[in-house]
């Protein structure tokens, strides 16, 4: 057990639907992570926070995500209007040394 | 675009051969990391290397970070049934927080 915590741990859902995902970081690690895997391939950066403040968002992260760390503890990734091509591994870092379980979407 | 790229792509060996593992870029590093990852499940550390040079031995695994910070190697000697796993490198893109993976590389290890 890492301390990471992500919820749920799988998600099934049909197209266009909106799908939220929750991560409890360390809770003394300022830095959290968002990362979208893809079978057989590794971690794709989607965004980072700092505390509250999000720092930075890939090119990856289309207008249909969003994702906020409100005072600095807990995360989430909400996408709206999910696409197929959604379905993924989420995962979420607590400073990178430490990685929750994911949050396994798969998108009907 | 920055790439991490890995080598091999997938590796089959029988228990107790040797293998190395490489994680190359054109991008210099602040740090490079090598997790291992077993299905279904988040990535785990093993190592964080920082120094260009540098060389970490962890039991029967061995890293090193090259010179000029852009590469890395993964070294096992021995290997078990239970290295069986996907090892990621990550470097850390010098002058951000930004951590960028490697395309993996799929170990199994045969008894």
């Known amino acids: 057990d890492t301390g990471v915590s992500q919820d749920p741990r799988h998600k099934i859902t049909k197209r266009g639907q909106n799908v939220t995902f929750r991560c409890d970081p360390i809770?003394?690690?300022?830095?959290l992570y968002w990362y979208r895997q893809t079978l057989g391939q590794g971690p794709e950066f989607l965004t980072y926070f700092q505390n509250e403040a999000q720092l930075e968002k890939s090119r990856l992260l289309s207008d249909r995500f969003s994702a906020e760390r409100p005072k600095g503890s807990f995360s989430t990734l909400e996408i709206q209007r999910t696409e197929q091509g959604d379905s993924a591994m989420y995962l979420c870092?607590?400073?990178?040394?430490?990685f929750g379980p994911g949050t396994r979407l798969t998108v009907l | 675009t920055q790439l991490l790229e890995q080598s091999p792509q997938f590796l089959s060996i029988q228990e107790g051969e040797n293998l190395t593992v490489y994680c190359n870029s054109s991008?210099?590093?602040?740090?490079l990391q090598w997790y291992r990852q077993e299905p279904g499940e988040g990535p785990v550390l093993l190592v964080t290397?920082?120094?260009?040079?540098e060389v970490k031995k962890l039991k029967r695994l061995t890293f090193q970070f090259g010179d000029a910070r852009k590469d890395s190697s993964l070294h096992i000697t021995a290997a078990q049934p239970g290295d069986t796993g996907l090892y990621l490198c990550a470097g850390e893109l010098s002058g951000t927080y930004k951590y960028i993976f490697g395309t993996g590389t799929r170990l199994k290890v045969l008894a």
């Open positions: 809770s003394e690690h300022n830095r």
């Open positions: 870092a607590s400073s990178t040394v430490f």
């Open positions: 290397v920082v120094t260009g040079g």
């Open positions: 991008s210099v590093f602040s740090s």
